[in-house]
């Protein structure tokens, strides 16, 4: 069992930065692979990045490529999302959530493959 936290959003004017947080609990959190997702009012829930559990590789959803960076410190059982350049249409709630299987290419992306999930943060990027 994994539970998680995510801290971090608040309020940002357009062209800012915020960085996330989401803590982990569990001895194994070098095993998890990590994802940010996002869900703004009224629409799907969407991937925004992946970490593979040794950190060594990522994936970002091209709206965010460039913009954000996700990192993970397994000795803190912590996973990072440092955004830059904050549009607008960033707004949203995040979430972090972990995958107790290892997954490759577009897997990392389905929300249904993660197995636990934290409880959100909301992010709101003024213009």
């Known amino acids: 069992q994994v539970q998680l936290v995510e801290s971090g959003g608040g309020l940002v004017q357009a062209g800012g930065s915020l960085r996330l947080s989401c803590a982990a609990s569990?001895?194994?959190?070098?095993?998890?692979?990590l994802g940010w997702f996002r869900q703004a009012p009224g629409k799907e829930r969407e991937f925004v990045a992946a970490v593979s559990g040794s950190g060594g590789s990522t994936d970002y959803a091209d709206s965010v490529k460039g913009r954000f960076t996700i990192s993970r410190d397994n000795a803190k059982n912590t996973v990072y999302l440092q955004m830059n350049s904050l549009k607008p249409e960033d707004t949203a709630v995040y979430y972090c959530a972990a995958d107790s299987a290892i997954r490759i290419g577009y897997q990392r992306r389905v929300a249904a493959l993660y197995d636990y999930w934290g409880q959100g943060t909301q992010v709101t990027v003024s213009s």
């Open positions: 569990g001895r194994t959190f070098s095993r998890y692979g």
